[in-house]
């Protein structure tokens, strides 16, 4: 489970005042020295991350973040550092050393709740501030659980680790719930079918495909496809003709690479459901209704129009890069070079001015946790910007999206209405 990839782990996050111990308590829940600890205050100058296991719930990440009111020079970077953390956790823990409530503790409570985060209250140093009468009563209230404990403590003495641990990691199951129930990548396509499960996966090894290793959808795919009791059947695009001849039943499901899904169509019969990884990534990720009625708007572009790009992994640009290459190309093949503004983002950074673009084109992200693909999903949604992924753009761009959308009814409705 230490391999698991950074988007399949629950992201729990520490936030909270200046020196109230959160670091302290990233380290209590580690067992090492993760995180740098002192006296003075703003020790922790940027979001510093943990991976761990955490059972029953699982991979974890916990975040450590920079004080809320921190006054230093550098004190506004670190603090929105802080922020855009909180947008990105699944459980927001808010560390508090006193039973007061400023506004700090009052800005994560609001942004938690605005975003439906859960939110946990870590009350520290009981050791040298005790709880006030009623103030359990009182932080019940606004957080879905309240811990309270002196890290000082459970440093000093393993049986006190050990319930706090234990109390800690109870909570967070508690809250996470629905949050460890993902929807499905083709699962469900499976679960009606007579006999065995068939389904047929076409990954190209291409220039972008890392050395040695199939990338993340179609290893979610395959997974899949062994949980719903059925076969996978790997192969790339020049063979897959060969492939369904070879075999003595159709399959129920074909799926394949963006790029090739035009020619995996045409030669796939229409009576065999085809779609691509990117499209079952916008199901499993995000909101795939909202992002097939977005793909209607990629048709309608014309001159004058400007789009945004957003990969959420970073790695240099090759030759042919999908983000910075190909679908410009795409684009501009179909729209018959008509001059449009296209811009570029990646990793972590997500534009706050999204207003200013007609469309945006995401990743499958496959790198985001699906409250982080969420988050950037409503982002656009809340100023009216259309937003699809690669897989639905690149369909839509090549005349085959609706074939790619048949599997899934509601969202081939919500194209066809947008369109």
């Not at 209590?28 to 991976?51: C, R």
């Not at 209250?121 to 040298?128: G, M, P, V, W």
């Not at 496809?225 to 129920?252: I, M, R, W, Y």
């Not at 910007?385 to 074939?403: D, K, Q, S």
Request: glycine share 6%; proline share 6%; charged share 20%.
């Amino acid at each position: 489970m230490e391999q698991a990839p950074k988007s399949m782990r629950l992201r729990i996050g520490f936030f909270g005042k200046t020196n109230t111990g959160k670091s302290s308590l990233l380290n209590l829940l580690t067992g090492q020295s993760t995180a740098i600890v002192s006296e003075q205050a703003g020790t922790t100058t940027d979001v510093v991350e943990k991976n761990m296991e955490l059972p029953p719930v699982g991979p974890v990440i916990l975040v450590d973040t920079a004080g809320l009111d921190d006054t230093s020079i550098l004190g506004p970077h670190r603090i929105a550092a802080t922020e855009k953390a909180l947008k990105a956790v699944d459980v927001a823990v808010l560390v508090v050393d006193t039973g007061e409530w400023g506004e700090e503790a009052q800005a994560v409570a609001a942004a938690c709740k605005k975003t439906s985060t859960p939110l946990l209250i870590l009350r520290n140093k009981i050791d040298l501030h005790p709880l006030e009468q009623g103030e359990m009563e009182t932080l019940a209230k606004k957080a879905a659980g309240i811990l309270p404990l002196s890290c000082h403590k459970a440093q000093q003495l393993a049986e006190e680790r050990q319930r706090v641990l234990q109390e800690f990691t109870n909570l967070v199951a508690q809250v996470t719930k629905a949050e460890t129930k993902k929807p499905p990548l083709l699962l469900d396509l499976l679960e009606h079918v007579e006999g065995l499960p068939l389904v047929v996966l076409v990954a190209p090894i291409d220039s972008e495909a890392p050395k040695g290793r199939l990338i993340m959808p179609q290893v979610m795919a395959i997974r899949e496809a062994l949980d719903g009791h059925g076969v996978a059947v790997v192969t790339q695009p020049q063979e897959f003709s060969a492939t369904l001849k070879a075999l003595a039943e159709a399959p129920c499901l074909v799926v394949c690479d963006s790029q090739v899904a035009k020619e995996i169509c045409q030669a796939c019969p229409e009576d065999i459901p085809c779609t691509t990884f990117s499209i079952l990534l916008s199901r499993s990720k995000g909101d795939m209704v909202e992002q097939a009625r977005g793909a209607a708007r990629i048709e309608k572009l014309s001159a004058g129009d400007r789009v945004l790009i957003a990969e959420a992994c970073t790695h240099h640009s090759i030759e042919d890069d999908i983000a910075r290459v190909k679908i410009p190309r795409w684009i501009a093949s179909y729209t018959k070079n008509a001059p449009l503004t296209i811009s570029h983002c990646n990793g972590k950074d997500y534009p706050h001015n999204l207003n200013e673009y007609d469309v945006v084109i995401h990743c499958g992200g496959c790198m985001l946790t699906n409250r982080e693909m969420g988050n950037r999903i409503e982002a656009a949604s809340a100023v009216s910007v259309p937003i699809t992924n690669y897989g639905m753009t690149i369909a839509a761009l090549t005349g085959v999206l609706e074939r790619c959308l048949s599997p899934f009814p509601q969202a081939l409705a919500a194209y066809r209405e947008a369109k």
